[in-house]
């Protein structure tokens, strides 16, 4: 099992750009979430999915959007890059019944 | 909204002796989850120990237990036989349904 993988490790965006971090997982859960880390900050749960077709915002939604039409995969789009989106991007899928959370390796996102 | 607070920024102990990092939350709900996560250098998130809120017994994992007091909202990490290895930040959170938070960090250096 690959796990929890993410694509790109790294990308510096200029403001006003749009792009999309990439999340898939392998291990056929059901919920997966998208976290922001910033420094002096714990992660932050900007999107998550309950399921394929069913998203929902957390605690700091605002200026990403989130679809989910499979199981595996679950991308996080930035739709007008701004440098308060300067930040670290992770991915996670969460075990149906311990409720375990499985990280992905992280996306370092520069907003010039 | 659930707060989780770690006042602990940073904390240092020496190699093969014991050191408790504490975290204190705030929530109204009676059932819900806590954990606490390691990231090394490398970045990855990586589970240490989890504590259903409706268990009294506190969790143990090798090396790592809890002192979960639940009337004091209070959820404090003990790793005993400290090694190097143990250098990195620690992240509590806590869980209830799709909202996952997390507190601000405290940073380990295990010294030799």
């Known amino acids: 099992n690959a796990g929890v993988t993410q694509t790109p490790k790294f990308q510096v965006l200029k403001t006003g750009q749009s792009m999309t971090l990439q999340c898939a997982q392998d291990m056929n859960h059901e919920y997966m979430s998208w976290y922001r880390q910033d420094p002096g900050m714990g992660l932050r749960l900007i999107h998550y999915?309950?399921?394929?077709?069913?998203?929902d915002q957390g605690e700091v939604p605002n200026g990403y959007n989130v679809s989910r039409s499979t199981t595996e995969d679950f991308p996080l789009r930035l739709l007008s890059a701004a440098p308060s989106q300067t930040s670290v991007y992770f991915c996670?899928?969460?075990?149906?019944?311990?409720?375990?959370?499985?990280f992905g390796p992280g996306t370092r996102l520069t907003v010039l | 909204a659930q707060t989780v607070t770690q006042s602990q920024p940073e904390m240092s102990v020496q190699e093969a002796e014991t050191v408790t990092l504490s975290c204190t939350y705030d929530?109204?709900?009676?059932?819900?989850?806590l954990f606490w996560y390691k990231q090394p250098p490398s970045r990855q998130m990586i589970l240490v120990i989890r504590q259903e809120a409706y268990k009294q017994q506190n969790a143990t994992e090798n090396r790592f237990s809890v002192n979960f007091q639940k009337a004091a909202k209070s959820f404090s990490l003990k790793i005993s036989d400290s090694q190097l290895g143990d250098t990195a930040m620690y992240f509590c959170?806590?869980?209830?349904?799709?909202?996952?938070?997390f507190g601000a960090g405290t940073r380990l250096t295990v010294k030799p």
């Open positions: 999915s309950v399921g394929a077709g069913i998203t």
């Open positions: 929530t109204s709900e009676n059932n819900y989850y």
């Open positions: 959170a806590f869980m209830k349904h799709y909202d996952m938070r």
């Open positions: 996670a899928s969460r075990h149906p019944t311990n409720d375990e959370q499985f």
